[in-house]
């Protein structure tokens, strides 16, 4: 909607800082468009077709450095793994968050209601409001040094938005004159300080598949391990939607992600010596922006956090050898035993608690066959988590699967599971009625089978069939690497 409007103003930046400014556009998945239809398929997977789009023209075309606009989930990881693996000069300018839409609607309502909802919810350009996926990254990369500070927080349609992009144009040239690049940025101790950020945040899930992936973009190994132990170190501080009260423009009122970034270097969580796009460390821009406001409601302090370690857990155990992650935002409980209610994909579940929501009361469902090369895609289980917390169950089902979730999911869920039930993985074995036991503090999820109940019935099983068979979700599943390896494509 407005990002090509600020790629007008970084093109008459580039101008004004005396270099020819060429601009190209690559795909872009609307998952509020596609979520829970057969289309989330394709979101995931364009990330990596931008990533290669990208990777494409800037080196058929030769061009000395790159600024990009992402305004959407997979935009952002896809403009960043292509500057990774290309290595120029680059700098990413965040579209910006939607406005504030008004109160949060919750309880039941009739459909004219829901299209009075519809209709007003989204009062302008920007990306969803809440720590959903988009805002994660967005923060993430900012953190890591990807961005000019700010990027993050400024929503779309703030003038500020305009200024930050006739900028990057005198930035970039201080890149290029530097010859300071994506991998002298984006560095262990870096991609470290984008984990505490989205932990601090309560960011999505999909964080811990982006950055596996950007880290492999420059040739780093970032693992599921890599994540637990940061979520050991950092509390869970803002207090922002899905499962908190407030959206991003009320973190751009108290300072922005600079103030963030300030009062976690203050408090010792980040490295402040990380270069950024700036041509300053993370601590010398830190230092020429004001910390939190004394009052202010939406980042915890350190002696009342949210919770004491961080939201995103990393289990294995016999269904999840290869890991999985959970978010656990405190709110849902710790433990969780039940039956197991298995679905083959989220349709089916969809429709069986339309019919019966009282049916799933007390089960593990699962979903299964939603997984990179399953879904394919990895779609998003935004639907199947929205029916559970709607129909009143949130604290009385748990929801695993090889899929994953939206940023906006909240409640007790798994998902990111491996290896993924189209490859074998034990998820494609698990029966109605199996007891399946989770247990956060264990960081264990486990189906009450033995492992020779469990090689009985790997003897019994066949892999579904791929469910496509030519185009571009044929090629993605032939590619694909598992969620624990950041879904890549190119290794």
């Known amino acids: 909607m407005h990002l090509l409007k600020l790629a007008e103003a970084v093109k008459e930046g580039v101008k004004e800082a005396g270099m020819v400014g060429f601009r190209f556009n690559t795909i872009g998945v609307s998952d509020a468009i596609s979520m829970g239809t057969r289309g989330m398929c394709y979101s995931l997977q364009s990330r990596d077709l931008i990533a290669d789009s990208i990777e494409t023209v800037m080196a058929a075309q030769w061009y000395d450095g790159n600024i990009s606009i992402p305004g959407c989930d997979k935009n952002m990881p896809g403009t960043i793994m292509a500057m990774g693996r290309l290595n120029r000069p680059s700098i990413m300018v965040y579209g910006g968050t939607i406005k504030v839409y008004g109160e949060y609607v919750s309880g039941s309502i009739n459909d004219e209601q829901r299209m009075n909802v519809v209709r007003n919810s989204c009062p302008g ?50 890149l290029i004159k530097m010859d300071l ?28 598949l982006h950055l596996i992936a950007i880290a492999r973009s420059v040739g780093l190994q970032l693992t599921l391990d890599d994540f637990q132990k940061v979520s050991d170190e950092v509390p869970f501080l803002a207090d922002l939607k899905p499962s908190g009260k407030y959206v991003m423009e009320d973190i751009h009122k108290i300072g922005g992600t600079p103030a963030i970034i ?35 409601q939406i980042i915890r302090p350190l002696t009342n956090p949210i919770k004491e370690t961080g939201h995103i857990q990393i289990l294995y155990g016999n269904l999840a050898p290869e890991g999985s992650v959970a978010k656990i935002t405190g709110k849902e409980g710790l433990y969780f035993s039940g039956p197991a209610l298995v679905f083959e994909g989220e349709e089916s579940m969809i429709a069986a608690i339309s019919e019966n929501p009282t049916s799933f009361k007390g089960k593990v469902v699962v979903i299964r066959g939603e997984g990179p090369k399953g879904g394919p895609g990895m779609p998003e289980m935004l639907t199947p988590t929205s029916a559970i917390m709607g129909a009143g169950l949130g604290k009385e089902v748990a929801l695993l699967t090889d899929g994953r979730f939206s940023g906006g999911s909240h409640g007790y869920v798994v998902g990111h599971i491996c290896p993924e039930a189209q490859e074998g993985g034990p998820l494609g074995l698990v029966e109605n009625g199996d007891i399946i036991t989770i247990d956060i503090q264990k960081r264990r999820m486990d189906v009450n089978l033995t492992d020779s109940e469990l090689n009985e019935r790997r003897k019994r099983w066949t892999p579904p069939p791929y469910k496509a068979e030519r185009g571009v979700l044929y090629k993605y599943i032939k590619s694909v690497q598992s969620a624990s390896n950041g879904c890549v494509t190119d290794e």
Not at 183 to 202: E, F, S, Y
Not at 264 to 269: Q, S
């Open 125 to 174: 350009a920007g990306a969803c409001g809440g720590m959903y996926t988009a805002n994660t990254m967005a923060s993430a990369i900012e953190a890591m040094g990807m961005t000019l500070p700010y990027s993050s927080s400024t929503p779309a349609e703030d003038p500020l938005k305009l200024d930050e992009c006739r900028l990057a144009g005198k930035y970039l040239l201080d």
């Open 181 to 208: 690049k994506p991998q002298d940025i984006i560095t262990p101790k870096a991609i470290r300080n984008a984990m505490v950020v989205v932990m601090a945040l309560g960011g999505s899930t999909n964080a811990v």
């Open 262 to 296: 300030r009062h976690l270097l203050e408090l010792g969580f980040l490295d402040g010596d990380c270069i950024t796009v700036t041509g300053q460390t993370l601590a010398e821009n830190a230092k020429l922006y004001p910390s939190l406001p004394e009052g202010q």
